[in-house]
């Protein structure tokens, strides 16, 4: 997770102490057989993306320098596939936001996820889909073949209309069929107001809300199934 403006690491049980695995970094992920962290460094306007290899336990700092997987300009949010093979992000290297894919992490071609002024990629659990968030705060699928090399299909629009903030992210759940998705504080009646929205066949099915405790004060999160 980032702290300050460094990658750190603590058991997920809270306790222990805070160790700082690299500084100058921000949005820290592990591959999924956890045996590299993969980072953001901002190199003035531009950013780029590091991976180093990490103790089996993922607790100490990465041995030896990190290694240089992609730079773009503005480059921001990404996300690595469930297999480790590719890596999504977002830059403005066209002059607008958009998506791209490559290889990781050589990064050996580039493919361009045809949604228009597409952030926040993140991969469905099998891999199969990518979901951006387009010009008008929609969230898109997109159907991809991560067989020999990258290939994308038609996206569709999987949930519109509601106010999300697009700029605070959101992520999937460990299923693959769920995502969480800050709303806007004005799309609440209450500081601490959680909605959660059960999305099937592309209609909103289920709409509730639940008062939760002053820590989430501001942050009201929409979770999505898409089934």
Do not use: M
């Given at each position: 997770y980032t702290c300050a403006t460094s990658v750190c690491a603590r058991p997920a049980d809270g306790g222990g102490t805070r160790v700082e695995l690299v500084t100058d970094a921000a949005d820290g992920v592990v591959?999924?057989?956890?045996?590299?962290?993969?980072?953001?460094?901002?190199?003035?306007?531009?950013?780029?993306?590091?991976?180093?290899?990490?103790?089996?336990?993922?607790?100490?700092?990465p041995v030896g320098t990190p290694s240089l997987v992609v730079s773009a300009r503005v480059l921001s949010e990404f996300d690595i596939s469930p297999d480790g093979r590719f890596v999504a992000y977002s830059s403005r290297e066209t002059g607008v936001d958009s998506v791209f894919v490559t290889r990781f992490p050589v990064a050996d071609g580039k493919w361009e996820v045809p949604v228009r002024l597409a952030v926040f990629p993140r991969w469905s659990a099998k891999g199969d889909r990518l979901f951006v968030f387009d010009e008008l705060s929609r969230l898109v699928e997109?159907?991809?073949?991560?067989?020999?090399?990258f290939a994308a299909g038609v996206p569709a629009v999987r949930l519109s209309g509601l106010a999300v903030q697009v700029t605070a992210g959101y992520d999937r759940f460990p299923d693959g069929t769920s995502f969480i998705v800050p709303l806007a504080p004005a799309a609440t009646t209450s500081a601490t107001q959680v909605q959660v929205l059960v999305i099937r066949n592309g209609c909103h099915d289920d709409l509730r809300s639940e008062e939760h405790t002053s820590e989430l004060q501001s942050l009201a999160y929409l979770v999505c199934r898409l089934l």
């Open positions: 591959t999924p057989d956890g045996r590299q962290l993969v980072f953001r460094r901002r190199h003035g306007e531009d950013s780029a993306i590091y991976t180093a290899a990490i103790g089996s336990a993922g607790l100490s700092a997109v159907p991809v073949d991560l067989g020999r090399s």
